[in-house]
């Protein structure tokens, strides 16, 4: 975010909520997007589900309990896969949710440059913001935990 200062101060019709986890808090609480009159710098969010309830858009890593609480809510979202994970996995998890137009991915290389530029599409564009919404919640499977107990005792059951 540092780096759209100029194009960030322009949207008066944004807020940003930024988690920067506590490690980097002190790194970004004096950089000059955080002084920004549309961002508030949070370590760490305790209350995720008011923080996604507020939010039209989420931009995020791509790990699975993250993308899968995305899709639980039907979350417009902009992944960002860590570039910095075993197996490249958070690429993989982006990629089957943007093979689905559920949501959009930026490669960290590609960032900020495409970064200012999606952030403004998904938001200026309803139905596209809309189409990512329904597509993702599409994903969801609300139920996962009972369809694995449920597979579970089919297994022992068969076992025995």
Not at 12 to 20: N, Y
Request: with cysteine.
């Amino acid at each position: 975010l540092r780096h759209g200062v100029d194009q960030i101060r322009k949207w008066d019709d944004v807020q940003i909520i930024w988690q920067c986890g506590a490690a980097y808090y002190n790194t970004y609480e004096n950089c000059a997007t955080a002084k920004l009159e549309q961002v508030r710098l949070i370590e760490f969010i305790e209350d995720m589900d008011i923080a996604y309830a507020a939010s039209d858009l989420v931009i995020c890593r791509a790990g699975a309990l993250t993308i899968s609480e995305l899709m639980i809510l039907g979350k417009a979202a902009i992944l960002i896969p860590s570039p910095n994970v075993a197996e490249d996995h958070q690429t993989k998890n982006a990629k089957a949710i943007v093979d689905k137009d559920a949501a959009v991915m930026i490669k960290d290389e590609e960032m900020p440059e495409r970064l200012f530029f999606e952030i403004r599409r998904v938001l200026d564009d309803v139905d596209f913001r809309r189409g990512l919404q329904i597509e993702i919640k599409a994903l969801a499977l609300p139920n996962a935990t009972s369809m694995i107990v449920d597979e579970l005792e089919l297994l022992v059951k068969n076992k025995v």
